[in-house]
């Protein structure tokens, strides 16, 4: 169904309002305008902008996504997952760093040489953020701006602020049409689940042998509870980055009714430890690999890879409430729109064979 078009001239009036020409001169002597972010700071930035710093691995997702072209810079290396569906020149741009999280090694003197126009944080809202922004800011001389991006749901409206501030209209509408869409198909289908007898109980493993679990409820197996299905690791995060470690003996009480793996480990991985045949669901069948390239379907990153992690996952727990026909040109779709890159059919059909 098309976005009720009154709608959508609103959504765009409601973003034209935080950005403004200002008439002002920003540092550089080029005219600015001023951008309202959603910490609410109101910073001045060149009339047009055409040379983008992301400030980390989330911003770098989005922007990739929209405007490739206009990227000076990575968050994060490339990965060998990368390769063959990334842009070979955006894999050869100069990495440096991200400013946030666990892994926060942002390299200042290679980010200002780049000479960006701007630099874009998009992801959650963080404690002292616009402070934080304020000062990096500060300390390069170069308009810092925060996106909202704090759910699946809030993706859409990610998508069409990015496309007002960098007069990307009508390309950043089509990937936020397909954001909602794909939210709005799981919601219903989740609706749905809430009259099945019980919920589809689910194990996900990481890591080199499979028993690192990403425990309920963190935004890294969000996928999960997204479908209306369950995460049997209600557990405190033990490991870092939000994981935890288990044992068979706490994996044969929970008895999950599907497996999942990922991030370090695969369905080869169980083939290894004979302990994991006495697992009801790889017995049976049920245990899947995540797929994994260019980004991993599922959280890490927790960016807008994770749609395509709904379709799978739902088609795997409730085929009959999440249609597998649906996942194919979801796929396909998702493919073009986010990475530029157009799946065959073989290529499409080797995703699908991944899951058994």
């Not at 951008?35 to 060149?46: C, W, Y």
């Not at 990739?64 to 063959?84: E, F």
């Not at 709904?310 to 026909?325: K, S």
Request: overall charge positive; proline content about 6%; aromatic content about 10%.
């Amino acid at each position: 169904m098309k976005r009720n078009l009154i709608t959508v001239i609103a959504a765009l009036l409601v973003s034209l309002a935080a950005v403004l020409p200002a008439g002002a001169q920003n540092s550089t002597g080029k005219t600015a305008r001023f951008f309202t972010d959603s910490t609410g700071r109101k910073v001045a930035i060149p009339a047009e902008i055409r040379k983008i710093a992301p400030s980390g691995f989330m911003a770098q997702m989005f922007l990739y996504a929209l405007v490739p072209d206009r990227l000076v810079g990575l968050a994060s290396a490339p990965t060998a997952a990368m390769q063959g569906y990334i842009n070979d020149g955006v894999l050869a741009l100069p990495v440096f760093g991200q400013f946030y999280g666990i892994k926060s090694n942002l390299n200042l003197e290679a980010l200002i040489a780049a000479k960006p126009d701007v630099i874009i944080d998009i992801g959650e809202v963080k404690k002292n953020l616009a402070g934080d922004l304020d000062s990096l800011q500060q300390r390069t001389g170069i308009p810092v701006l925060f996106i909202d991006a704090s759910s699946m749901a809030a993706y859409a409206e990610t998508f069409r602020t990015l496309g007002v501030l960098l007069n990307t209209v009508p390309a950043a509408e089509e990937r936020a049409v397909f954001c909602e869409k794909a939210v709005r198909t799981i919601e219903q289908g989740r609706l749905k689940t809430g009259s099945l007898p019980k919920r589809v109980r689910i194990y996900y493993g990481e890591g080199a042998t499979g028993y690192q679990t990403v425990p309920a409820r963190s935004i890294h197996s969000e996928v999960i509870e997204y479908i209306g299905a369950e995460n049997v690791a209600v557990l405190q995060a033990t490991t870092g980055a939000g994981g935890s470690q288990v044992t068979m003996e706490q994996l044969l009480l929970w008895d999950p009714d599907i497996v999942i793996m990922g991030y370090g480990a695969t369905v080869q991985t169980l083939k290894k430890d004979p302990l994991w045949q006495t697992l009801r669901a790889v017995r049976q069948g049920r245990a899947y690999t995540i797929p994994d390239a260019p980004y991993g379907w599922f959280g890490r990153p927790p960016s807008i890879n994770r749609l395509l992690g709904l379709y799978w996952l739902g088609t795997l727990a409730y085929p009959d409430i999440y249609p597998e026909a649906e996942l194919a040109p979801a796929i396909k779709k998702f493919y073009s729109l986010f990475y530029h890159y157009t799946l065959d059919d073989a290529q499409t059909a080797q995703f699908l064979d991944s899951k058994r």
